[in-house]
């Protein structure tokens, strides 16, 4: 599925829960998620909020969005806003 969670991120989260609450308890170790950036920062932070809060260890933020390509400039402007 990949990026195509990022449209549903209602279902990303139930995914990240369930992995949390069965995988860290049984193999004590962290669940972590790699996301690109959505169309608007207001959105990626919306995301990255409820990211945090499913109890995931590890968030890895590829700064372009869904769309772009490797040879488009990464948008690192946001990386402080998800830092923070």
Known sequence: MGAQ??????KLCAILEA???????????GVSVK???LA???ETEALVRRLV???????TVHCR???MRPRE???RGQL?????
Do not use: K, N, Q, Y
């Not at 969670?5 to 209602?10: E, G, I, K, N």
């Not at 402080?80 to 923070?84: E, I, K, P, S, W």
């Open 5 to 10: 969670l990022l449209r549903t991120p209602d």
């Open 73 to 75: 400039p990464a948008i």
């Open 40 to 42: 608007t920062a207001p």
């Open 80 to 84: 402080r806003m998800v830092a923070d």
């Open 53 to 59: 809060a499913t109890g995931i260890t590890g968030l």
């Open 19 to 29: 992995l949390v609450a069965t995988v860290v308890p049984e193999f004590e170790i």
């Open 65 to 67: 969005t869904t769309p």
């Open 35 to 37: 996301i690109r950036l």
